[in-house]
């Protein structure tokens, strides 16, 4: 059984368990978003705690640890993806929502890193998304999106389907691919 064509959402069912939030809380995230009416840390955290199934959620910037989805810490340091997807990897997480703003320190260590892992990227940076994060993307066998952190209502709509996913409520019928 090949998963390869599978949306993340169809992948996620199959596992029947929640994906982790993975949230960039490297320095880079006190930006503002665009339109430039919020730091794109703030709009992450109205986004974040208005959501009611979130499962585990981590924060990372030079380091990866959990946090609670109301006290999201504030931005400092650098963006290594490969020290948070090692980190998840140690407890057993293997499903991953990772909220990005891009820049990462570690691309290398970080495509290495991502094997074994089911990964939905979200981008909410400035411009395109980077080439490396469409890289990590194929990687992990899956894709990356372009996000507006301003447009919170369809953004929360997306996390909860995609965290809601692994439920086995049978009025979540038929699949959806983000």
């Given at each position: 059984?090949?998963?390869?064509?599978?949306?993340?959402?169809?992948?996620?069912?199959?596992?029947?368990?929640?994906?982790?939030?993975?949230?960039?809380?490297?320095?880079?995230?006190?930006?503002y978003g665009e339109g430039g009416e919020k730091r794109r840390i703030?709009?992450?955290?109205?986004?974040?705690?208005?959501?009611?199934?979130?499962?585990?959620?981590?924060?990372?910037?030079?380091?990866?640890?959990?946090?609670?989805?109301d006290a999201i810490p504030d931005p400092t340091g650098n963006t290594?993806?490969?020290?948070?997807?090692?980190?998840?990897?140690?407890?057993?997480?293997?499903?991953?929502?990772?909220?990005?703003?891009?820049?990462?320190n570690d691309k290398p260590q970080a495509l290495a890193s991502v094997?074994?892992?089911?990964?939905?990227?979200?981008?909410?940076?400035?411009?395109?998304?980077?080439?490396?994060?469409?890289?990590?993307?194929?990687?992990?066998?899956?894709?990356?999106?372009?996000?507006?952190?301003?447009?919170?209502?369809?953004?929360?709509?997306?996390?909860?389907?995609?965290?809601?996913?692994?439920?086995?409520?049978?009025?979540?019928?038929?699949?959806?691919?983000?």
């Amino acid at each position: 059984f090949n998963i390869q064509g599978l949306s993340l959402v169809e992948r996620l069912k199959l596992q029947k368990n929640t994906p982790a939030l993975l949230l960039d809380t490297s320095g880079s995230m006190i930006g503002y978003g665009e339109g430039g009416e919020k730091r794109r840390i703030d709009s992450l955290r109205d986004i974040v705690s208005s959501l009611t199934n979130t499962g585990k959620v981590f924060s990372f910037n030079d380091i990866c640890y959990p946090c609670l989805k109301d006290a999201i810490p504030d931005p400092t340091g650098n963006t290594y993806l490969s020290i948070a997807f090692e980190k998840l990897k140690q407890q057993g997480i293997k499903s991953i929502i990772l909220i990005t703003d891009g820049e990462a320190n570690d691309k290398p260590q970080a495509l290495a890193s991502v094997e074994d892992l089911q990964l939905q990227i979200l981008y909410v940076g400035p411009g395109d998304t980077p080439d490396f994060l469409k890289q990590l993307a194929a990687k992990a066998g899956t894709i990356c999106t372009k996000e507006n952190l301003n447009m919170q209502k369809e953004l929360t709509a997306k996390i909860t389907l995609l965290l809601n996913a692994g439920d086995t409520n049978p009025r979540q019928g038929g699949s959806i691919c983000l």
